[in-house]
C-alpha cells in the first residue's frame, strides 16, 4: 500500500495531462475538459482517502500487535532477584 501511496501522484501527473492530446478532428470543448480534471481531481482525491485509511488502520494494528507482544514478554519474564515470586 505505501507503494501505492507513492505511485498516486505520477499516476494522477500522467492523467491529467492526457487532455493535451486531445487534438482529434475538432475542437474540444472547454466544457469537457473541465468535467474530465475535475473528475480525475475527485477520482485522486477518493483513492488518497482510502489508500491512507489502510495504511493508519495498518499502522495501528502493527502498534497493538508490539504492546500485545511487550505485555506477554513482561508476563513471561522471571522474578527480579530478591523477590518471591
Partial sequence: ???AAGLLPL???VLL??????QGGGVTK???VM?????IWALLAVLSA???GIL????HADADAD?????QDKNDAPPPPGTMG
Fill in 1 to 3: 500500500m505505501a507503494d
Fill in 11 to 13: 499516476i494522477g501527473a
Fill in 17 to 22: 495531462m492526457i487532455p493535451l492530446l486531445w
Fill in 30 to 32: 472547454t466544457s469537457h
Fill in 35 to 39: 468535467f474530465y480534471v475535475f473528475g
Fill in 50 to 52: 482510502l489508500v491512507s
Fill in 56 to 59: 493508519d488502520h495498518d499502522r
Fill in 67 to 71: 504492546t500485545d507482544t511487550r505485555a
